[in-house]
């Protein structure tokens, strides 16, 4: 498993407050820093992906199983 420096939890939460806490919590971490962010949002791993490109954070990883989104992003540095 990957050391995170921080783990986002936006389980129960609708488009498009999922992207709006992870645009807030990415600035909290260092650049070159992982952040996992865990959703329920079916739409959520497309914004994800989207504000990678749109920001430079590399989406490392993404998962879907039984409802729950999880993404890991490192920061851009």
Known sequence: MVAVD????????NCPLPLLKLKKAIRTIPPGGLIEIIASDPGAPEDFAAFC???????????AAD???????????
């Not at 921080?6 to 939460?13: E, V, W």
């Not at 490109?53 to 998962?63: I, K, N, P, R, S």
């Not at 409802?67 to 992003?73: D, E, N, V």
């Open 6 to 13: 921080r783990i986002l939890d936006t389980s129960g939460l």
């Open 53 to 63: 490109t749109a920001e430079g954070h590399d989406l490392v990883d993404a998962t």
């Open 67 to 77: 409802g729950r989104y999880t993404a890991l992003i490192r920061r851009a540095a």
